[in-house]
Nanobody
Framework: VQLQASGGGLVQPGGSLRLSCAAS????????MGWYRQAPGKQRELVAT???????NSGDSVKGRFTISRDNARNTVYLQMNSLKPEDTAVYYC????????????????WGQGTLVTVSS
């Protein structure tokens, strides 16, 4: 099982980006999915999470600007980022709790490789 994130890049302040993260492999089911970020010299922090039922939670710094969603049929989670600020610059990591087909009892925690978002003029 692996998570593949994409969609990062350079954007001007006030602009928008959409991140995607697709899970692949021997997947039975996916519980939670989410995004975290880590800026240079700072700890990793929560951006947003979404449950299998669609309930969401987000960090205070992104409320009202970022929206998390998921496509269960595609095993994919998205992060729509609007009104981007320079302080949103960070490596964004996707995260998911996944049960594999060969052992459905265990909920495994997986992380993607990270995608860099740079907000700068």
């Amino acid at each position: 099982v692996q998570l593949q994130a994409s969609g990062g890049g350079l954007v001007q302040p006030g602009g928008s980006l959409r991140l995607s993260c697709a899970a692949s492999g021997s997947i039975f089911s996916i519980s939670y999915m989410g995004w975290y970020r880590q800026a240079p010299g700072k700890q990793r922090e929560l951006v947003a999470t979404i449950t299998s039922g669609g309930s969401t939670n987000s960090g205070d710094s992104v409320k009202g600007r970022f929206t998390i969603s998921r496509d269960n049929a595609r095993n994919t989670v998205y992060l729509q980022m609007n009104s981007l600020k320079p302080e949103d610059t960070a490596v964004y990591y996707c995260n998911a709790g996944i049960r594999k087909r060969d052992d459905r009892r265990i909920l495994n925690d997986y992380w993607g490789q990270g995608t860099l978002v740079t907000v700068s003029s």
